[in-house]
């Protein structure tokens, strides 16, 4: 299996509470778990990676949960500010190193 | 600054008509790809390539066309064989395939029916 299945497809958070996205996959040869934030009108932008030999990563407010034995992955945003409004994807990586993507998220914080 | 351009930003096509998506960067990244992004969908890889002058068809290549005749460019055409081109179309490049380097995008054209 190819796929990846992203939930939910939209999020609505309250200014300070924490946002979490996840998804999950069924091809355990997937090496590497990115996580892209994506603006309207912009191209996707990295935000946070994980490799499956880790269990969390936390950089700033954005931490990625993994668990591998699941095949599933989160992504927890704490303290989330308007400004994070954005649509976010999964994504993870297969055995010739392209990059399968979830369908996204589109997550709105209300102020 | 350092980036990728896509170009133009929003492109109009006739029926019948071919028409080309330009993607250029100045990151000196050896790969590049295009994908085509519609609503409700993950992004879904048309064509990639590693290196110039050698590109490879990915997941929806029908009714698309490539050439990577410089490192820094790697311009997508869409033809008249693509039925349902309306999409937003991303260009992106990373320092490596074989590595755990970013893809870095474009911010995207897109592209509409006449």
């Known amino acids: 299996q190819q796929q990846v299945k992203q939930s939910p497809q939209s999020l609505i958070v309250q200014k300070g509470g924490i946002s979490i996205i996840n998804c999950a996959y069924e091809?355990?040869?997937?090496?590497?778990f990115p996580w892209y934030q994506q603006f309207p009108g912009k191209g996707p932008a990295l935000l946070i990676a994980i490799r499956p030999d880790v269990s969390e990563k936390k950089e700033g407010r954005f931490t990625i949960s993994f668990n591998k034995s699941a095949k599933q992955f989160s992504l927890h945003i704490m303290d989330s500010q308007p400004g994070d409004s954005a649509t976010y994807f999964c994504a993870a990586r297969r055995s010739n190193y392209q990059l399968i993507w979830g369908a996204g998220t589109k997550l709105i914080i209300k102020p | 600054d350092g980036g990728i351009t896509q170009s133009p930003k929003y492109l109009f096509r006739k029926e019948g008509q071919n028409v080309t998506l330009s993607c250029e960067q100045n990151?000196?990244?050896?790969?590049m790809y295009w994908y085509r992004q519609d609503p409700g969908q993950g992004l879904r890889l048309i064509y990639y390539s590693q290196i110039v002058n050698d590109f490879q068809k990915g997941d929806i290549a029908e009714g698309y066309s490539v050439s990577r005749e410089k490192k820094e460019s790697f311009p997508l055409t869409v033809t008249s064989a693509q039925k349902n081109p309306t999409a937003f179309y991303l260009c992106?490049?990373?320092?490596?395939?074989?590595?755990?380097?970013?893809?870095?995008f474009g911010d995207g054209t897109r592209l509409s029916i006449l």
């Open positions: 990151l000196n990244h050896d790969a």
């Open positions: 091809n355990t040869a997937f090496d590497y």
């Open positions: 992106a490049s990373s320092a490596g395939d074989r590595s755990n380097q970013p893809q870095h």
